[in-house]
């Protein structure tokens, strides 16, 4: 049986990314850049002011307070090509507006006084370059700004939009099949009968592929016997991946895999050393990954954030596919029965100062939906941790991108 580590590189190993599709560029945004951007100019494209005030000559205000000729006016979008600066005189100068020859320095109005409309006295000491924006200080033409793989955030669309880009090259999102199986469900809309349950995973599911940045598909429900489970199979697998839940233990009734071995899915590998999740089964048809989950909700949305989300945020070309991990110290004891697997406690986490702490929010049956609400994180006890104290470290991460809990 493999590790929770080694399942989640054998799964990493087999994913290849989706193509590439070019949007516009507020579209991009949370999307995963698919090329390399490199400058096409300097930016800044000129030297320029930074301050509104006055351009002087850093050479004719070493003693202050001293006095210049005011010589001409540039405002944004004014041009400085053909105007001289002379020695004592100076350029009233708006922000962003160019440099013109002879100007090393800028003197913000705050530390100058206009005598007349002609005479400005300087105020305060004048360093060289002060308040100059230099051409090519931030972005150097020809550089590579962005690379394949960056998430697109604000800040990059501004870079992007600054370099004169409308429209970039993004990773497409994956759609993803969903797929439930079991004669006992019910789709949600009307209340459960005897033996009845609602069909909650389908749209769990979608909105943890919703929340990865991918499309899903709801395929609806394979009942238990071997047609409907071809069927629903068979349309499952014209996704870019299918994950399917339950059916996927032991159990008599359990034809997820032997229908998907028909249909031509190499099984990669079924069961984990992970609880919850141990029947998690992985197998790939040309390429195209299917995952199947187990059944009990709470178990289904793990597998899916520890093993389908990042397989899906590698298909979307990003480098860092698996949750930042962090150490927060336990704030009670935990008795862990079983302790040959990798074990994910759904904690509630806490700050005190500088640190997290984590206490375990209840109890941990994976049919008992509710301490999963409760929890903002999930915290990875290693194999072999039968007991520890409270005051121990454990490695956590947070469970989902929208943090709420804390
Ligand atoms: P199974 O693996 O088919 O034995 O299912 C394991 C458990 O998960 C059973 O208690 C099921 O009723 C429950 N379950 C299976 N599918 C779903 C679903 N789509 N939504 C909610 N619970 C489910
Ligand atoms: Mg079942």
Redesign the pocket.
């Known amino acids: 049986m493999l590790s929770y580590e080694q399942a989640r590189q054998v799964i990493l190993e087999n994913i290849t990314p989706a193509g590439v599709e070019q949007v516009d560029l507020v579209e991009a945004i949370g999307r995963v850049l698919a090329e390399d951007v490199v400058a096409p100019w300097d930016m800044p494209l000129w030297d320029n002011s930074a301050m509104d005030g006055y351009g002087v000559r850093f050479a004719d205000c070493s003693e202050i307070p001293c006095k210049l000729k005011v010589t001409g006016y540039i405002p944004a979008g004014g041009r400085a090509d053909g105007i001289e600066v002379k020695a004592g005189c100076a350029v009233k100068i708006m922000t962003g507006a160019p440099v013109p020859n002879g100007v090393d320095a800028v003197v913000p109005f705050e530390e100058t006084e206009e005598t007349s409309g002609e005479q400005v006295v300087i105020q305060a000491p004048v360093a060289l370059h002060q308040h100059i924006r230099f051409r090519g200080e931030d972005v150097r033409s020809g550089q590579t700004v962005i690379s394949t793989g960056t998430i697109v955030r604000a800040p990059e669309v501004s870079m992007l939009a600054s370099l004169g880009r409308s429209r970039v090259a993004v990773f497409l999102r994956p759609t993803v099949a969903i797929l439930?199986?079991?004669d006992?469900?019910i789709e949600v809309g009307r209340t459960p009968g005897a033996g009845e349950?609602?069909?909650?995973?389908?749209l769990a599911l979608a909105a943890a592929v919703r929340e990865a940045g991918a499309i899903p598909r709801f395929v609806g429900?394979a009942r238990d016997n071997l047609e409907s489970h071809r069927e629903k199979l068979r349309e499952g697998l014209k996704a870019d991946m299918l994950v399917t839940?339950?059916?996927?233990?032991a159990?008599d009734?359990?034809l997820v895999r032997v229908v998907l071995e028909e249909l031509g899915v190499k099984q990669i590998f079924w069961k984990v050393g992970v609880k919850p999740g141990k029947?998690t089964a992985f197998g790939v048809k040309d390429g195209k990954p299917v995952f199947s989950l187990?059944?009990?909700?709470v178990a289904?949305l793990i597998t899916f954030e520890e093993f389908v989300r990042p397989a899906l945020l590698r298909m979307m070309g990003q480098r860092r596919v698996l949750r930042p991990t962090f150490r927060a110290t336990l704030r009670s004891d935990i008795k862990n029965r079983e302790n040959d697997r990798t074990t994910l406690l759904r904690v509630r986490l806490e700050r005190e100062g500088e640190c997290f702490t984590a206490a375990v929010s209840g109890k941990q049956q994976t049919?008992l939906l509710k301490t999963m609400v409760d929890s903002a994180a999930i915290a990875v006890i290693p194999p072999g941790r039968g007991f520890m104290a409270a005051g121990e470290e454990v490695d956590v991460h947070f469970f989902g991108s929208y943090i709420d809990l804390i």
Do not use: K, M, Q, Y
């Open positions: 439930s199986t079991g006992e469900l349950l609602i069909n909650s995973n389908a429900i839940s339950a059916g996927v233990s159990g009734r359990d029947p187990p059944g009990n909700p289904t049919g």
